[in-house]
C-alpha cells in the first residue's frame, strides 16, 4: 500500500470513528438527561412548595417583580426569554412539587438574574447571536460549494469559520449554563426552599442537564475536526 492510499483510509477511519462519537454521544446525554429527571420527579419537596411558586420566590428575592412565569405544554422545553422578560416553565415542571422541577424552575431564575446583572458571558452570547443564527444556517452550503467548486478553495474556509462562529457561541454558551445551575442551587439552599437532603437529588437533575451543554460542544469540535479533515483531501 502506497503512502498516499495508507493516508486516505486512515483519514476514512478518523472521519467515521468521530461521526460514531457524534451519533452516540449526545444520545447517551439525552437518555441521562431524561432518565434523571425522571427519577427525582418522583421525590416531592417536603414543603410541598410547586416550581413556578419556588421560581416566583426567587424572582422577587433578587428584586425581579416584573419578570412574569409562564406555563407552556411540552416536556424540559423550559427557557427564560429576556425578550418578553417572562419565564416560561413545561407540563413537567410548572405546579409540579418534584425536587427536579424546583431545581429546574430555579435554573431559570438564574439565567433571568444573569440578564438583570448584565452577566458577562450571557451579554456576549445575546450580542452575537444574529450571526451565529446566519452561520449555524449557512455554514454548510458554504462549505459544501467549496468542496464542489474545487476553483473557489476559499469557501471550504469559509464554511469552517462559519462552523467556528457557531462553537464559539457554544463556548460561551456552557459557563451562562453552569453558572445558572450554581445560581439555582445556592439560592434553593440558601433561602430553603429545599431541605438538605432534597439539595443533592436537585443537583443530579442540574448536573445531567449541564452535561448535554458540554457534550454539544464536544460533538461540534469533532465535527470541526471532520471538516479539517475533509479540507486536506
Not at 483519514?11 to 467515521?16: I, M, W
Not at 405544554?73 to 423550559?78: A, E, V
Not at 469557501?155 to 451562562?176: H, K, N, R, S, W
Not at 439539595?199 to 437533575?205: E, S, W
Request: aromatic share 8%; with cysteine.
Amino acid at each position: 500500500m502506497n503512502i498516499a492510499l495508507y493516508s486516505g483510509v486512515s483519514l476514512n477511519v478518523a472521519d467515521l470513528l468521530l461521526l460514531i462519537a457524534m451519533l452516540i454521544l449526545p444520545l447517551i446525554a439525552q437518555i441521562a438527561v431524561n432518565s434523571t429527571f425522571s427519577k427525582y420527579s418522583r421525590v416531592h419537596s417536603s414543603r410541598g412548595i410547586t416550581a413556578d411558586q419556588a421560581a416566583r420566590r426567587i424572582l422577587d428575592l433578587n428584586g425581579l417583580y416584573d419578570v412574569k412565569i409562564e406555563h407552556i405544554s411540552g416536556k424540559l422545553s423550559d427557557h427564560y426569554d429576556p425578550g418578553d422578560n417572562v419565564i416560561r416553565l413545561s407540563d413537567s415542571v410548572y405546579g409540579q412539587t418534584s425536587v427536579a422541577a424546583i431545581g429546574v424552575a430555579a435554573h431559570e431564575c438564574g439565567h433571568a438574574c444573569q440578564h438583570a446583572e448584565e452577566y458577562k458571558p450571557i451579554v456576549i452570547r445575546s450580542r452575537i447571536v444574529p450571526v451565529v443564527n446566519i452561520c449555524s444556517s449557512l455554514w454548510f452550503y458554504v462549505f459544501l460549494a467549496g468542496c464542489l467548486f474545487t476553483f473557489l478553495p476559499f469557501l471550504t474556509y469559509l464554511g469552517i469559520a462559519m462552523f467556528c462562529a457557531v462553537i464559539f457561541f457554544q463556548l460561551v454558551t456552557l459557563p451562562t449554563e453552569l453558572n445558572a445551575s450554581h445560581r439555582a442551587m445556592k439560592t434553593l439552599e440558601g433561602d430553603c426552599i429545599l431541605e438538605q437532603s432534597e439539595l443533592r437529588p436537585a443537583r443530579k437533575v442540574l448536573t445531567a442537564a449541564a452535561m448535554t451543554y458540554v457534550v454539544a460542544l464536544v460533538t461540534s469540535v469533532m465535527q470541526l475536526v471532520r471538516l479539517l479533515l475533509r479540507s486536506r483531501r
